[in-house]
């Protein structure tokens, strides 16, 4: 297990987290997602081979359509 600060909250996940699990976990899909990890955007292209590691900081957004 790794922890990780996920839009400052700790977080606990498995070894050999990606990007990609990280979004699913927290029930967003890629599509109008992005990534920041350690204050560097992870590109899109990326989510499925960038491995988090342990005392990572991870900052996710979610677009959100609103009027």
Request: net charge negative; hydrophobic share 45%.
């Amino acid at each position: 297990m790794i922890t990780i600060t996920v839009n400052g909250k700790s977080e606990q996940l498995e070894d050999n987290t990606n990007v990609a699990a990280l979004v699913a976990k927290l029930g967003l899909g890629t599509d109008g997602t992005a990534v920041a990890v350690d204050d560097a955007i992870v590109p899109k292209s990326q989510f499925d081979t960038f491995t988090l590691k342990d005392g990572m900081k991870a900052d996710v957004f979610s677009l959100v359509a609103g009027g």
